[in-house]
């Protein structure tokens, strides 16, 4: 892909818009919560939800009936200016950029609410293109409206294109926050067959091998489900980690499984995502125990660090061998620990 030159990369695309972050602000993000808020019911616990959460977002695409888009949009915007959201990230869901909500999405959200928003998801992004086109449109409207600090994109990943595309995507612009798997869009996309919205499918796994000399007997095999996700999920996670940028779990849609949705999440955590969505209530809590690190592991991560102050050589510890590579690991698992207990839970 042809790219910017590295000096002209992080100058701000439009004149008088604010210039691009070369770092992204540190911040906790382990839920991102999504609410309708076209219902007023909804806007109405925004305060409150937004103190148990990391992030909250206003969802106007998909879940969001179509005679509903611009009471949606309304909703946001008037339940933005009400709300004080103190350290709690404020992220909007746009409508995708080929729909006929998608230009007023971004149009009235920044002239009312531009200086409030943090984050901007962008759902069927398929190619660096997209990027570009809300890159250059956020400028010229935080330009034409003195918001002081950059609007950051934030891609669903959630076309089979997209996936093809995707280190381009991640490394489309300075104002890029990270990525979400999208499992149900992409199941459609790809042809995959299954009616689930992320998680697993019990007909997808291994068999194990039948023993040798014994009666065909399938029902005594083993059969193990694996996770249909791990190849796009790791895939995301390469190139976000190599932009500076952040990977999320999507949405898992089946409320009636907790246990399924702490699987699935701790998956992506343990293979280095920050966060995932919480389309109901009772994910916020499975999202904050899964996204959090473990307290024995941040206890014996502590240890490797005070065992090596200054990060190289080689030390063992209970039996284990650590050197540099696994100070660094300890180092994740204890910055993470930090910012969790700054957050104060
Ligand atoms: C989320 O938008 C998904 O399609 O899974
Ligand atoms: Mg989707």
Redesign the pocket.
């Known amino acids: 892909m042809q790219s910017k030159t590295p000096r002209n990369f992080f100058k701000p695309l439009a004149v008088g818009a604010p210039a691009p972050y070369r770092e992204l602000p540190t911040r906790l993000e382990r839920m991102i919560h999504f609410f309708p808020p076209h219902v007023e019911k909804m806007r109405a616990k925004v305060p409150a939800i937004a103190s148990e959460v990391d992030v909250i977002l206003g969802n106007l ?2 879940a969001i009936p179509a005679d509903a888009k611009e009471q949606a949009r309304a909703g946001l915007i008037e339940a933005a200016q009400a709300c004080d959201f103190g350290s709690t990230g404020l992220w909007v ?1 746009i409508n995708c950029l080929n729909s006929p909500w998608g230009l007023d999405d971004i149009v009235e959200l920044m002239s009312s609410i531009g200086n409030k928003l943090d984050v901007i998801m962008l ?1 069927k992004v398929d190619g660096a293109w997209d990027i570009h086109y809300l890159d250059q449109l956020l400028a010229q409207l935080e330009a034409k409206h003195g918001i002081t600090k950059p609007v950051l994109i934030h891609a ?1 990943l ?1 076309t089979a294109e997209g996936v093809n595309n995707i280190a381009d995507i991640a490394a489309a612009s300075p104002r890029m926050h990270g990525m ?9 996309s790809r042809g995959m067959k299954t009616t689930r ?2 998680g697993g499918h019990p007909f997808y796994g291994m068999l194990a091998d039948p023993v040798e000399g014994a009666e065909i007997d399938v029902a005594s095999r083993a059969f193990v489900q694996q996770d249909p996700w791990h190849y796009t999920l790791v895939k995301m996670v390469d190139a976000c980690m190599a932009n500076g940028i952040k990977p999320f779990y ?2 898992f ?1 089946d409320f009636s499984d907790d246990e399924a949705c702490r699987a699935q999440f701790r998956n992506a955590f343990l293979l280095g995502c920050v966060g995932a ?1 919480s389309l109901h209530p009772k994910q916020i809590a499975i999202a904050r125990e899964v996204f959090s690190p473990d307290p024995d592991e941040v206890a014996f991560a502590k240890r490797i660090l005070e065992a090596m102050p200054d990060g190289t050589g080689a030390v063992m510890i209970d039996g284990k061998m650590q050197d540099d590579a696994t100070w660094k690991q300890a180092k994740v698992i204890v910055d993470l620990a930090m910012l969790v207990e700054q957050k104060g839970a």
Request: charged share 25%; proline share 14%.
């Open positions: 695409e998909d869901r759902p669903i959630e979400s798997l999208g499992p149900a869009d992409l199941a459609a919205v992320g999507g949405p849609g969505w």
